[in-house]
């Protein structure tokens, strides 16, 4: 079992100043920061990442607003690490997350929902190893 995911936080919180606080929760919930980088994608790089939706009715909408601003990308350790991260983060609705999620706490709409958590082991490695190379985590 993986003890890594991935997230990013999205352009709507980096936006509204949220990044600092969603990091403090992200480490408060017991994660450690194994590689992290804000940058900006450009919409090439965005529907390179998102592929897997190319088909999706939503994905012209998502590769746009992900590259809209700026995001923070980072690999988190902890064990049981994809759960416990999608647990931390919340219903994708933030109308539906659980109060105290980062979602909840600072998500606008499923569409600007604050953050992205890998939703598997697998996904977690690729996604990693979108954002990072080898040299720029530990």
């Not at 993986?2 to 936006?15: E, L, Y």
């Not at 979602?103 to 996904?123: L, M, P, T």
Request: aromatic residues 10%; proline residues 3%.
């Amino acid at each position: 079992m993986s003890n890594r995911t991935f997230t990013m936080i999205k352009p709507d919180a980096t936006s509204k100043g949220y990044t600092g606080a969603i990091l403090d929760q992200i480490v408060k919930a017991g994660f450690s920061i194994k590689a992290m980088k804000w940058i900006r994608l450009s919409e090439e790089q965005a529907g390179q990442f998102y592929d897997i939706h190319r088909e999706r009715p939503f994905y012209g909408e998502l590769v746009s607003f992900m590259s809209s601003g700026p995001i923070v990308a980072a690999i988190l350790e902890k064990e049981n690490a994809v759960a416990d991260f999608r647990k931390l983060i919340g219903a994708t609705n933030p109308a539906q997350a659980e109060e105290g999620t980062i979602r909840k706490n600072f998500a606008a709409s499923i569409g600007e929902n604050a953050v992205h958590g890998s939703d598997s082991d697998e996904n977690a490695v690729i996604e990693g190893d979108f954002f990072f190379s080898k040299l720029e985590r530990f």
